[in-house]
C-alpha cells in the first residue's frame, strides 16, 4: 500500500474540472481514490477525464502500483469521507454549497483527517462553522488549473485552524510532489489569484480603451514577461532587471516612474459591452482552435517545461 505523508485513501468531493485531474494526480502517485458528485453520469464522465490525463502523467512519472483501476465512485460524500485519510473539496463556487459539503464531510471523517478546499477564493473560516465535529481541520488547499500538472497549491488556514492540520496538509501536498506555499492571511483569492485579478484589470482596462486588442495583449504576456514568470518569479526576475545592482538599484532607478504608472491603471467594470469585446477578441484571436484543442497543446508544452525546471537548479 503507498502512502504520502501517511495518506494512502483521499477523498475527491465533486469531480469536476478541478477534482477530476486532483483524482487523476493522486492515482499516479498510487494512491486509493474515493470520488464523489452527485451529477447524473458523473462517475464515467471522471473515468474519461482520468483516461485522458494519464498518458501525460505516465510520461512524467508513475507512482509503483499507480493505476486508474484504485478509483472507487460513490454518490455519497459521506462515505467518501469515512474512506479516506484526506478529504479533497472541489464543489461549486458557492459559499451555501460549500457549507452544506463540510458540515456533511466532517460529521463523516475520522477526526483529524484534513478537510481542504479548492475554493478559488474562499476562506476556510467560512466552512468551518459548520463543522461540528472537528472545526480545527478545515483550511483551503487551492491548486491551480490543471491541479495534474501545476505544482502549486495554497494552503490558508482559516481563524480556527489547528497548526497541525496545517502541516499535514503542508508535508500531504509536499509527498505528492506539488510546491504548496502558506498564505499568512485569509484574503478574497488567496495569493496567487489576486496577482492574476491585478493583470486582468488592467488587461481588460486597455481593452476597453482601444489601447490593445485581445491578441495584442495575449502575445504581450505569452511572448514578453509570461516566458520569465514560468521560470522565475516577479521579485527574482526584478532583481536581474538591476543588473549588479539588482533589484535595489531597479527599485531606486525604475521605482519612481512605476509609482506614475500606478497611478494611470485602468478600474474598469466588466459591462455587458466590454465582456463582449473581450469574448470576440478570444474567438478572433483563437481563430477556430477549440478550446480543448488549445488545452492539449499547453498542456504537452507544460510538461516538457516542467521537466526541464525540475533539473535547472532554479529557486
Ligand atoms: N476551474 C479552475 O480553474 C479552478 C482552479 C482552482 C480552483 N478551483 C476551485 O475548484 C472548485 C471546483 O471548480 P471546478 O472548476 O472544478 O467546477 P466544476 O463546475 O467543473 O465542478 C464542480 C463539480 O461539483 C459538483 N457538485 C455540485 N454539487 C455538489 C455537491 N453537493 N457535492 C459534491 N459535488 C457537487 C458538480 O456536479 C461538478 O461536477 C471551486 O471551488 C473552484 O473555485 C477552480
Known amino acids: 500500500m503507498n502512502t504520502a505523508a501517511g495518506v494512502s485513501r483521499v477523498a475527491v468531493v465533486g469531480t469536476g474540472v478541478i477534482g477530476a485531474s486532483w483524482a487523476a494526480h493522486f492515482l499516479a502517485h498510487g494512491l486509493d481514490v474515493v470520488a464523489t458528485d452527485p451529477a447524473p453520469g458523473a462517475e464515467e464522465r471522471l473515468r474519461a477525464d482520468v483516461a485522458a490525463h494519464w498518458p501525460l502523467l505516465a510520461d512524467a512519472g508513475l507512482a509503483e502500483g499507480a493505476s486508474p483501476d484504485r478509483l472507487a465512485f460513490t ?22 454549497v460549500k457549507r452544506g459539503l463540510f458540515a456533511r464531510l466532517d460529521a463523516a471523517a475520522r477526526p483529524g483527517v484534513v478537510l ?11 466552512f468551518a462553522r459548520e463543522c461540528a465535529k472537528d472545526p480545527g ?16 497549491v495554497e494552503v490558508v488556514p482559516g481563524e480556527r485552524t489547528d497548526e497541525s492540520a496545517v502541516q499535514a496538509a503542508l508535508a500531504f501536498y509536499t509527498a505528492v510532489g506539488k510546491k504548496p506555499i502558506r498564505v499568512r492571511h485569509e484574503l478574497p483569492g488567496h495569493i496567487a489569484n489576486r496577482l492574476q485579478a491585478a493583470l486582468w484589470r488592467e488587461a481588460y482596462s486597455l481593452v476597453d480603451r482601444g489601447v490593445a486588442t485581445v491578441a495584442d495583449i495575449d502575445t504581450a504576456i505569452a511572448y514578453g514577461p509570461g516566458l520569465r514568470w514560468a ?37 474598469p467594470s466588466l459591462t455587458p459591452e466590454l465582456a463582449a469585446k473581450l469574448v470576440a477578441g478570444v474567438d478572433e484571436a483563437l481563430a477556430g482552435i ?18 526541464a525546471k525540475a533539473g535547472a537548479g532554479l529557486p
Not at 137 to 152: C, D, E, Q, S, Y
Open 75 to 96: 454518490a455519497d460524500p459521506a462515505e467518501a469521507a469515512d474512506a479516506a485519510d484526506f478529504v479533497q473539496e472541489n464543489g461549486p463556487e458557492r459559499e451555501d
Open 116 to 126: 481542504a478546499s479548492s475554493s478559488s477564493g474562499m476562506g476556510a473560516s467560512t
Open 137 to 152: 481541520r478545515a483550511l483551503v488547499g487551492h491548486p491551480f488549473n490543471p491541479p495534474h500538472l501545476i505544482p502549486l
Open 231 to 267: 521560470i522565475l518569479g516577479p521579485f527574482a526576475n526584478q532583481h536581474l532587471s538591476g543588473g549588479p545592482g539588482g533589484i535595489a538599484h531597479i527599485l531606486e532607478h525604475l521605482g519612481p516612474p512605476t509609482e506614475a504608472w500606478w497611478r494611470d491603471l485602468g478600474d
Open 290 to 307: 477549440t478550446g480543448p484543442e488549445l488545452a492539449a497543446r499547453r498542456d504537452a508544452l507544460l510538461r516538457v517545461l516542467l521537466a
